[in-house]
RNA sequence: GGCGCGGUAGCCAAGUGGUAAGGCACGGGUCUGCAAAACCUGUAUUCACCGGUUCGAAUCCGGUCCGCGCCUCCA
């Protein structure tokens, strides 16, 4: 079966068919690098890394795009208050953002435009629109999209035009725009901005936020490609907007598949700082958790479902995978440089059936249970005896497959404690003297150092808690 | 008000017409000096509620209640 997705356009799973043969070209809405990311970005990141290491998994080639948003309010507001240039300011929220994908095993994208290094390109696509009649300079120097133009506008999100009343927040734009929808492409420089500005044909300003996407994707992907993801909150009217821009530009179609993942909510409610329920990777780690609980979390649930985040739910997943990781450890015992073999009967479908979840737009909740199924044929056949070190050695093989995609299958080894090894020494003699006492005491010091101790025919094992 | 999503065991979560996956937690058992791990076994006669369609519904239709998201720059 083929890879089918769930397209927002069109509000059903279609098959996935490429412009180009065996090669997906995607676009991804990154992150506007003012402050560190939130657990509810990384759901995001998490549901695109999902998507990008399915594609390979299946066969793909993937040339993925993620933009980072370097210039708007946020960013000059905070960077003139710290009193640092844009580029000093967001230069440590980029870093920071890359630091992170990398601690929680997300893969990179090809390439990661920054929308200051593409004003030229986002000017060019703006006169453009101009020229065609799309757009229209106002009278303060900023450039608006001409929304009535583009009649196919709200094909996206369905939304109603005719129901978008001038509203408060509307009345308090500053900006001088003919009609209410109408966005900007450019804006102005204005005495807040400080020293942020391009000199451009309208005059001094920067670019609007929506622009950027559509100019670095097209730059990167070409006027045409075949997946745009994004969370639910950018469908309207971010994405909605860049179409207009873009096939008003181009007359051609943008994207064939777009895709957008729900949010993340933190014991049921949405998170905000006010609730003292938001958190970045950092404070997890500080909290003792590790990003790769975090991922086996965020990958707990449908991207388009709700996911609740809880620390009880963290707690699950260390047990989950504390389970995996004593499989694997039971497998690589078994394995003695041994090369693999055919797989036993337990593992013979694994793949196929992970292949078929994951097929099913990206159905990850399925594909876990394959895991733990296989998981549990495992172990008891390794309680028989039943599997020889050939055939262990390809299972390894497999999880190594299935962890292309999950991503959090690897332990990272657990590193030798001389205190608890100098421990384990004394109490294996306890018990050769047959001093229960004293070994259960030895034992509580080593549990204390944080390991867990399991005694196994091949003698005693350590293993982090 | 408009558009959309959801309500499945203590918690998380699949299943969208054929008689309730999986994970965590919990109870009993096997193994063990005792544990740990693993295995065996038990935990939803039932899928928010009420009607309807059907031989058959958690799944389809209608209604009700509850939760959540978006509605001009928040993933």
Same mark, same amino acid.
């Not at 005495?191 to 400080?194: K, M, Q, S």
């Not at 639910?232 to 309207?236: A, G, L, Q, T």
């Not at 007359?251 to 994207?255: C, D, L, R, T, Y």
């Given at each position: 079966m083929s890879l089918q997705l769930y397209n927002t356009l069109t509000r059903k799973n279609e098959r996935l068919e490429t412009c180009e043969p065996n090669h997906v070209r995607m676009y991804t809405c990154g992150p506007t690098v003012y402050d560190y990311a939130h657990i509810g970005n990384f759901r995001a990141y998490m549901f695109e890394d999902l998507l990008r290491r399915t594609l390979k998994f299946s066969g793909y080639k993937v040339t993925h795009v993620m933009n980072l948003t370097d210039v708007d309010d946020k960013t000059i507001r905070a960077s003139i208050e710290k009193n640092l240039s844009l580029k000093e300011y967001t230069t440590t929220y980029s870093q920071a953002f890359f630091e992170d994908l990398h601690i929680l095993n997300i893969e990179k994208a090809e390439f990661y435009p920054a929308a200051t290094g593409h004003i030229e390109e986002m000017i060019e696509l703006i006169s453009r629109l101009i020229e065609k009649g799309y757009a229209y300079p106002s009278d303060d120097g900023s450039v608006y999209f001409h929304?009535? /133009? !583009? %009649?196919?506008? +709200? %094909?996206?999100?369905? &939304?109603?035009?005719? +129901?978008m009343q001038p509203g408060a927040r509307v009345a308090q734009d500053e900006y001088e725009k003919q009609h209410v929808g109408d966005f900007a492409l450019w804006k102005a420089w204005h005495?807040?901005?400080?020293d942020v500005g391009w000199d451009s044909p309208w005059g001094k300003g920067r670019p609007g936020w929506h622009i950027e996407c559509s100019a670095m994707s097209m730059k990167y992907l070409g006027e045409s490609f075949d997946i745009h993801t994004g969370g &639910?909150?950018?469908?309207?009217p971010h994405h909605e907007d860049e179409i207009a821009q873009s096939e008003a530009a181009t007359? %051609?179609? !943008?994207?064939r598949y777009w895709m957008h993942c729900s949010h993340l909510v933190v014991d049921g409610k949405k998170m905000s700082k006010s609730l003292g329920n938001f958190y970045t990777l950092q404070d997890l780690l500080d909290r003792g958790y590790t990003s790769r609980e975090l991922r086996y979390v965020l990958m +707990? /649930?449908?991207?388009?479902q709700t996911l609740n985040f809880t620390f009880e739910g963290l707690e699950a997943a260390r047990a989950a995978l504390q389970r995996i990781d004593e499989f694997a450890s039971r497998l690589k015992d078994l394995v003695h440089g041994e090369s693999a073999s055919s797989l036993p009967d337990w593992a013979q479908h694994v793949r196929s059936e992970f292949s078929l979840a994951l097929n099913n737009d990206l159905n990850i909740s399925k594909a876990r249970a394959v895991l733990f199924d296989m998981l549990h044929a495992g172990h008891k056949a390794l309680d028989e005896g039943s599997v020889h070190a050939s055939e262990a050695a390809a299972v390894l093989d497999t999880i190594g497959d299935l962890d292309r995609v999950f991503?959090?299958?690897e332990a990272s080894p657990d590193e030798a404690d001389s205190d608890a090894i100098a421990i384990l020494k004394a109490r294996e003699e306890a018990r050769k003297n047959k001093d229960w006492a004293e070994a259960d005491r030895l034992r509580d010091q080593i549990t204390r150092l944080g390991w867990t101790l399991q005694d196994t025919p091949k003698g005693p094992k350590l293993k982090r808690k």
């Open positions: 929304l009535s /133009t !583009f %009649k196919e506008y +709200g %094909k996206l999100s369905r &939304i109603d035009l005719s +129901g005495e807040e901005d400080g &639910i909150d950018n469908m309207f007359g %051609k179609p !943008f994207v +707990g /649930t449908h991207y388009r991503g959090f299958l």
